[in-house]
């Protein structure tokens, strides 16, 4: 089945309080309109355009940044959604298949909702997704006959006996492309907002004898971010969801309240999450490995049987391959360990490649930025680093060498060789005892002249 989707992100969000367009507003470390584009995605559809306006550079930059073949139309000015949806024509009216509008605002709809949505266009010519609202606000009113959708009432037009209804307009609709825009070219502004209601169009499918019907979805799906206070409820909303379907997925979360995931997490089954994670974005997690308590990752890979943490944080680029362990403090950017790598403790390794089966000593650094521009550090295969090694980048330590702990390693070091690269050790016998016996003395000549 051919499917286009046409993503609304032209509002303008006035009630954030905010500089940033609304649909640049982040739930689970990715904008809105990434979860709207994502769950278009999710349906491998032709095309999709999103339709931007206040902020229009800024969301339609975002918007190619999901996805490059993302097609972006400016709605200026704003007048309805109807209007908003009817900018999309030019690229759409001869689409082949249907078309589905979506919010960028409401980042919670299911993908299922939407796959059920385009079966029930086998009776109906117009598919609106409805809810049944605890407190229906202001929110359009679905006005039914058995199973057929006679129109949909905004708010503002709506009388008190409609007012009184509670079966809701999410604002999905599905229909075929070319009868949505069909329909769409004869709405008129003539209601109480003035505006160009996508709405309509379901009176005017049924003055054509079209049928109109509701597919129905939680509430909680429906959840629209206008303030803050619902971005935070968007969010809490997200994690929830996230973790119900890493437990259904044959993921282990041992604190699962506690784990942060980010919308493109993916964590293989059997894998194992410890309290306290964060997932920032770009962050895949394969079958049993397992990451300890109080770890932030992102942009990150960790392979089949690696460890990770407690206390680690992996920056984006860093790709642990399999049975790689990284310990407590450890911080990895844009490197790469072969596998069965070992960092153990207190160590930073940036813009760097380590070769299988190295140790990394505790305190080790890649001095990787010289103020200027980084460089890179290159480690064979089953080297030892000793704890506290400076590895001052660019360099190179060769396969089965040794840096002696606390070397400065500013020069390459061959394959096999020992580099030890510290000051010589100078020892003074008896030494220690006249040390503290002069000390003791001053303290005690000082304490006198102050009595
Ligand atoms: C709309 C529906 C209402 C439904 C509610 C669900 C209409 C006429 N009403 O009302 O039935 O219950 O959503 O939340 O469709 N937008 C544009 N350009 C515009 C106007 C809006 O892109 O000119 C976008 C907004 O950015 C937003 C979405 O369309 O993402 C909905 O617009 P909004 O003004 O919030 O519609 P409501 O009045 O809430
Ligand atoms: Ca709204």
């Given at each position: 089945m051919q499917v286009s989707v046409i993503v609304l992100a032209a509002g303008q969000g006035t009630r954030m309080n905010s500089d940033t367009p609304k649909v640049l507003h982040q739930v689970a470390a990715a904008p809105l309109l990434h979860h709207a584009l994502s769950l278009a995605q999710a349906l491998e559809p032709s095309r999709i355009v999103t339709i931007t306006g206040h902020g229009g550079e800024a969301v339609a930059a975002a918007a190619t940044a999901f996805n490059e073949a993302i097609e972006t139309v400016v709605q200026d000015?704003?007048?309805?959604t109807g209007h908003a949806v009817a900018q999309a024509a030019p690229l759409l009216a001869d689409a082949e298949g249907e078309a589905i509008v979506l919010y960028?605002?409401?980042?919670?709809?299911r993908e299922d909702t939407l796959r059920a949505m385009l079966e029930a266009r086998a009776k109906h010519a117009v598919v609106i997704l409805g809810f049944h609202a605890r407190d229906p606000g202001r929110y359009g009113r679905l006005l039914t006959k058995g199973d057929e959708l006679l129109a949909i009432r905004e708010f503002k037009d709506a009388t008190p006996e409609e007012r009184a209804i509670t079966l809701c307009n999410s604002g999905v609709i599905c229909a075929e492309a070319k009868l949505l825009f069909s329909l769409i070219a004869e709405v008129k502004n003539d209601n109480a907002a003035g505006e160009y209601y996508l709405t309509d169009i379901v009176e005017l499918a049924r003055k054509r004898g079209l049928s109109a019907g509701v597919v129905l979805c939680d509430e909680a799906e429906t959840l629209g971010v206008n303030t803050r206070q619902q971005l935070a409820e968007a969010e809490a909303a997200f994690q929830s969801r996230a973790r119900a379907d890493a437990l259904e997925n044959g993921v282990t979360l041992t604190a699962p309240e506690t784990v942060f995931f980010a919308l493109d997490t993916w964590i293989g089954r059997d894998a194992i999450i410890g309290p306290n994670v964060l997932f920032g974005p770009g962050v895949t997690v394969e079958s049993g490995a397992e990451i300890k308590g109080f770890c932030h990752l992102e942009g990150c890979h960790i392979s089949r049987g690696a460890t990770v943490g407690p206390f680690a944080r992996l920056r984006p680029g860093a790709e642990l391959a399999e049975d790689v362990h990284v310990g407590n403090f450890v911080e990895i950017k844009n490197a790469i360990l072969d596998e069965g790598v070992k960092v153990g403790h207190l160590t930073y390794l940036g813009d760097a490649h380590v070769g299988e089966f190295t140790n990394i000593g505790a305190g080790t650094v890649t001095c990787n930025y010289d103020g200027v521009m980084k460089h890179r550090t290159t480690i064979g295969k089953r080297a030892f680093i000793g704890s506290d090694t400076m590895l001052v980048a660019p360099v190179t330590v060769g396969d089965g060498a040794l840096t002696a702990s606390g070397s400065v390693i500013t020069e390459d070091v061959p394959a096999e060789a020992v580099a030890i690269a510290r000051a010589k050790q100078v020892t003074k016998p008896g030494l220690a005892t006249r040390m503290f016996e002069k000390l003791k003395s001053i303290k005690a000549a000082k304490a006198k002249g102050q009595s």
């Open positions: 000015p704003q007048l309805g960028a605002d409401t980042p919670l709809i």
